[in-house]
């Protein structure tokens, strides 16, 4: 029988929070409708993924205002409110949705407070856990939106601050301003630019939470991925999803669904283990990718 226990993978600290987490968690993004735009097609087994997650012990979930826009705050708040005690929101900001469903960049101290007004406002928390600061890439200056960042958490809005689609001198600066808790960023087994950002997060116990941890909107396509699975016996999902626990233990993962089934088998992952040859496999993959 297939263990469901995300304690199976160990739990995590966020650095001078306080704050403990299963390393395996929950994303919300796919609870929102096609292309993270919109409705979902069956919103009640949205909410039963929620309290399914919740009941398996799953104790971070991941979620942002412009997910529908909205759509997964309100999922979250219909199925889990009032939040049991220990569960950890986290949001995102710095982005917004037009009704074409575009992605728009915004990281003015106007929009960014505005934004986690929203995140309160629609999950029904006086203030939020962890929120991340989404940047738009290397290029772009953290400095000023963190200062507003500091200012709110300062204020009480938000508890923590972490960040989002960022550089390891993007990390430097924004730490030089506030504390950081968790980075957020593209990362799977295939897709490894991160291994060195990683390695450092790690030595100062701060997270690493990838997102499209099993290659998003284009999954992971692994000849060799796909063979060590079925030696195995599991999902190419779990095994990818289980060599992030195994990378590094600062790593913690928030992979998403909208259905029960496929949310046991992602969780299924957390006590799945490798032996020294299959592991040297994985790793190699993503010279192949």
Known sequence: MTLLDPK???RFTFPGTGITVNRMGFGAMQLAGPHVFGPPADPDECRAVLREAVALGIDHVDTSDFYGPHVTNELIREALHPYPEGLT???KIGAWRDEAGNWNLDRSPDFLRRSVEDNLGR???DAMD????RMGGPED???APMETMRRMQEEGLLRHIGISNVSAGQVATARGIAPVVCVQNQYNLVDRADDALINSLAAEGIAFVP???LGGFSPIQSAGLEEVAAALGRSKQQVALAWLL???PNILLIPGTSKRAHLRDNVAAAA???DADTLARLDALHAAA
């Open 141 to 143: 200056d953290i400095a």
């Open 272 to 274: 799945l283990g490798f």
């Open 89 to 91: 929101l986290v949001t």
């Open 8 to 10: 199976a993978a160990g």
């Open 246 to 248: 195994q990378r590094s």
């Open 123 to 125: 999950l029904g928390v």
């Open 211 to 213: 997102f499209f941890p």
């Open 130 to 133: 962890i929120v991340n600061l």
